[in-house]
RNA sequence: GCCGCUGUGGCGAAAUUGGUAAACGCACACGACUCAAAAUCGUGCGGGAAACCUUGUCGGUUCGAGUCCGACCAGCGGCACCA
């Protein structure tokens, strides 16, 4: 007979609802363990959801069967796009459509039956959420980390907008995929560059994936090296270049600058003018994806007709414009030294430029058949420096190039900062005024929140202008400093902002006054453990860590890493391998299977699917086996619960192995083998009690208790057949002794050679030379030779080496 | 191109620090129960008759390698003219 699961789910859901299984106590040590919030499309959550949320909840029960106070909120993101396109698409407003998914998603969060904390419930829509928003963006603003800039920014043509770096992959839109062009905009930036060291340092002490560091390593792109100063032959000016390799200056043989480069025009000679300028021309039409697309070989460039002074050595050398000089990078001109860059040494070999090596292996000059770009030799053609170390020198030389006045050390990073205004409807109003007199002026603290107007037309213009600029009796306000008529700010902010600091919001929602209170703050935060995606490595990790270190240095926040321990779960793929979508098919609903087999499998199987940092296929035939896996073990505990005989030894191995293996899987997250092992012990339990006639009362009670945060249902059901407290959620996790986890009689394999050959029986108790005799004597047949080593690893293995 | 991850039965996978490769489950086959089927329970299940062989390929270190080292191949992911 099948258990039921129905009727037990309901019973234990209903007791949950009345009877708290985390109860807040002062001295418990508290354990935030976030879920990262979902965006509530209209699609409704699908399994693949499920998995993350399963893994956060089993973390959150096991932490408060150790005795932890637990915060486990959930909430929605729910500005941004997607909320407004498919608004727009069925013409209902986002609010309504934002309002019936959540609810949607509400009820479908709860089949989980997750233990969140539904009175912390918010969603990043909300004008009392929005306020607080808006309130840290008048900070940035005060402190001058929020500001205006107009300069060619990425722009989706499809989704209308303006697009931040992070938000582009591969020259595409990061949610539409259509192809990214460039557009002259007057955008709100927040200065993220400013935090590029901290975000960088800050990454040291996280428990976070290897993977997601390196992402943000990468992405912040410090390099260390040193801007040199050339003269212009003829002219008075002077081109700043960046350089790494400072140390091969004497082999710089011409500069290029971008095209967009302030002297690009102002130091071309009279002859060369038309084609530069044509050239200049030419680049600004190709997007960058065009820029990009250009392989190495096929680089293009001009020359100027005028040449630098190379601060070194004072020989002139040519100065070319290129495409493949990027403008806000650096100092937007570089010196070019072919020898030992592979880009230049290319662009050196298509326009016959001159190439001169300074670093050699062999300390003589070669013939070099492509650029030497290792850290490995002397200098040489480098006058004083001629004979000293690479690596040397590389370390030296931008402090020698200050002494020499030509130049100074200098660091860089590709971080640019955060282009922080959209041209659309569904986001918070960025709470600026524009004023004839005053300039930017912020909108006064106690008018916040600045809400969003409901309008009946919100379609993006395209234009870059927002949907917001058309609503006349919104725009048109008073100055709040001089009182002249003004106009509002009408671009909005992006889908991140809600998600950086949300939850902060969770411990203290109801706060009129603070965005957080310092004691809730002190008590509770950071986040131990975060849960989520890998995609989101580089921009919302990223923009949270920037808001908080921020929050961090205006005194809100006493930490400055919002979150100690990330978790990147892997995805659920469709049964073919291939992502989960609508249009291939393949979307298995999870309320289904609730529906089929009940919560507890449900959760059961999406950790035992597979490792959970793996991508991991869905399998309908998979639910099968956990299911029955739960009809045996509810029927061990049916059989045998008043069928008890006292503990043995067998009953005590297997209790406190039992108790080891669970735990330390754990432990290391390893959540697809604790399912292994709960399956494993049910066995051995089956086999314990048919062999006994009974079983160890202890055994049941244990079982219940460990299986709880994962299937907490059938584990509250069973706990409640073999005792008689409240809820299984007030035991304590059990503990087991190390010495108690052995057997005294284990299975020896015997190798000859590495090969094993035999297996023997043994007391671990015996000495060893005890049982190497025994093993000897167990393989004497076997042995063609002398035993020249015998090797004894305790309760390991015994190897003969025979020659 | 550079960096990272992954590669183990028909399938999902396991094997904390090198120590019995394939635990646990799926699928499959046979048996028990049944008039029969489903469900359940039991047995078997990498290859080979066996000696033995087997963790993407080739080599190395070691008494012993899925695990460590070197070279390569394939798949996935990230970055991609950042000077």
Known sequence: MPYNFREIEKKWNSFWDEYSVNKYDENKEKYYCLDMFPYPSGSGLHVGHWRGYVISDVISRYNILKGKYVIHPMGFDAFGLPAENYAIKMGIHPSITTKENIDNFRVQLKKISAIYDWDMELNTTDPEYYKWTQWIFEKMFEKGLAYEKEFPINWCPSCKTGLANEEVVDGKCERCHTVVTKKNLKQWMLKITDYAERLLEGLDKLDWPEKVKKMQTE???????????????????????????PDTLHGATFVVLSPEHKLSLKITTKENLSKVEKYIEEAKFKSNVDRMSVSDKEKTGIFTGSFAINPINNKKIPIWIADYVLSD???????????????????????????????????????????????????????????????????????EIEKLGIGKKTINYKLRDWVFSRQRYWGEPIPIIHCKNCGEVLVPENELPLELPLVKSYEPTGTGESPLAKIDSWVNCKCPKCGMDAKRETNTMPQWAGSCWYFLRYLDKNNKNELISKEKAKKFLPVDLYIGGVEHA???????RFWIKFLNDIGILDFDEPFIKLFNQGMILGPKGNKMSKSEGNVVNPDEVVEHYGCDTLRMYELFIGPPELDASWDENGIDGVYRFLNRVYNLFEEYRDKYIKENEESVYLRNSFIKAITERIERFSLNTVISGFMEYNNSFIEFAKKNGGIDKNLLKDFAILLAPFAPHIAEELYHMVSDKKSVFDEKWPTYKEELTKKNKITLPIQINGKTKVFIDVDINLQDQEIIKIARDAIKEKIAGNIVKEIYVKEKIINFVVK
């Not at 492509?370 to 931008?398: H, Q, T």
């Not at 580089?538 to 949270?544: E, I, Q, T």
Request: glycine share 8%; net charge negative; aromatic share 12%.
């Open 219 to 245: 992405w912040i792109g410090k390099s260390v090296g040193a801007e040199v100063d050339f003269l212009v032959d003829g002219f008075d000016e002077k081109i700043k270049v960046y350089t790494t390799r």
């Open 329 to 399: 990078y650096g100092t937007g001109a570089i010196m070019c030294v072919p020898a030992h860059d592979f880009r230049d040494f290319l662009f050196a070999k298509k326009f016959d430029l001159p190439i001169i090596q300074v670093i050699s292996k062999s300390g003589v000059e070669e013939d070099l058949k492509e650029a030497y770009a290792d850290l490995c030799g002397v200098m040489i053609n480098s006058g004083d420096w001629n004979g000293r170390d690479v690596v040397e020198l590389k370390n030296n030389a931008p402090y």
């Open 538 to 544: 580089v921009l919302h990790l990223l923009y949270s």
